[in-house]
C-alpha cells in the first residue's frame, strides 16, 4: 500500500521537531554546516546540477525526495520550490516518453498497479493534482502509468507543475524553517513562526492518507 509514504513524511516531520528541540537545547549545532551547504549552493551550476539530478533520477523511476529535502535546507523555500517544480516536470516528461522504451514484461508490472488501474478509471487534471501533490503516491507509478495509458499532455504537465509547487513548497518551507530558525534573533523553538510548516506537513499527509482510503479501495 503506498499508506507507508504518507507515514513516512509525518515520521519526518516528528524528527525535524525533535531536531528542533536538540538545536535549542544545545545537544547538536547543524547551523555551521548549514552556512558551508548554503556558500557552495551561491555557485551559479549548483542549482542546475540540483535541477538535472532530479530530472534523470524520475525519468528512470528513482524516488529524488533526499534533493527536495536538501534543496529546502540550502535555498530559500520559494527558490527551492522552483527548482522543484523544474526538476520534477522535466523528469516527469522525460518518464512519460521513457515508456515507448520499456518491455513488455514492465508495461505489464505498471498495468498491474493501483495507480494505473485508478488512472486507467479517471485520468481527469484533478485526479492527475490530487495524485501527483498529495504525499504516498510514488511519482514514478504516476509518471510510467500515464505514459502507458497515453495520458493528454497539455492535463499531464499542468498538474504536474501545479502537484510539484504545492508539495515542493510545503515540504521545502518545513525543512527550512526546521533548520534555519536558529539564525533568527530571540528565535523560539515552540512559536507559530518555527512549527506551522510541520504541522502543514502532518496535516498535509493526513490529507494523502484519507485520499487514498477512499479512492484506492475502489481499484482494489
Given amino acids: 500500500m503506498y499508506y507507508r509514504g504518507s507515514i513516512k513524511i509525518i515520521i519526518l516531520a516528528g524528527?525535524?521537531?525533535?531536531?528542533?528541540?536538540?538545536?535549542?537545547?544545545?545537544?547538536?549545532?547543524?547551523?555551521?554546516e548549514i552556512a558551508r551547504a548554503e556558500?557552495?549552493?551561491?555557485?551559479?551550476?549548483?542549482?542546475?546540477?540540483f535541477?538535472?539530478?532530479?530530472?534523470?533520477?524520475?525519468?528512470?523511476?528513482?524516488?529524488?525526495?533526499?534533493?527536495?529535502?536538501?534543496?529546502?535546507?540550502?535555498?530559500h523555500p520559494w527558490a527551492a520550490t522552483?527548482?522543484?517544480?523544474?526538476?520534477?516536470?522535466?523528469?516527469?516528461?522525460?518518464?512519460?516518453?521513457?515508456?515507448?522504451?520499456?518491455?513488455s514484461?514492465?508495461?505489464e508490472r505498471f498495468s498491474r498497479t493501483q495507480a494505473f488501474r485508478l488512472l486507467r478509471q479517471n485520468s481527469g487534471f484533478f485526479q492527475l493534482l490530487a495524485m501527483r501533490s498529495l504525499p504516498g503516491f510514488p511519482h514514478a507509478l504516476i509518471n510510467y502509468s500515464c505514459g502507458i495509458l497515453q495520458i493528454p499532455l497539455a492535463a499531464y504537465i499542468y498538474s504536474t507543475i501545479l502537484g510539484f509547487a504545492v508539495k515542493g513548497y510545503i515540504y521545502t518551507s518545513a525543512v527550512h524553517q526546521a533548520t534555519h530558525y536558529v539564525q533568527e534573533s530571540g528565535a523560539q523553538v515552540v512559536s507559530f513562526h518555527t512549527v506551522w510548516p510541520l504541522l502543514l506537513l502532518v496535516l498535509f499527509s493526513l490529507g494523502g492518507l484519507l485520499f487514498q482510503k477512499k479512492f484506492l479501495k475502489n481499484t482494489c
Fill in 15 to 32: 524528527i525535524l521537531f525533535v531536531g528542533l528541540l536538540l538545536q535549542q537545547s544545545g545537544v547538536i549545532d547543524i547551523s555551521r
Fill in 39 to 49: 556558500n557552495l549552493a551561491q555557485l551559479w551550476w549548483s542549482p542546475l546540477l
Fill in 51 to 75: 535541477i538535472i539530478l532530479m530530472a534523470v533520477l524520475y525519468t528512470m523511476a528513482m524516488p529524488a525526495a533526499f534533493f527536495i529535502w536538501a534543496m529546502g535546507v540550502i535555498y
Fill in 82 to 103: 522552483i527548482m522543484v517544480v523544474a526538476g520534477g516536470l522535466a523528469g516527469s516528461i522525460g518518464a512519460y516518453y521513457f515508456t515507448g522504451y520499456l518491455s
Fill in 105 to 107: 514484461s514492465l508495461r
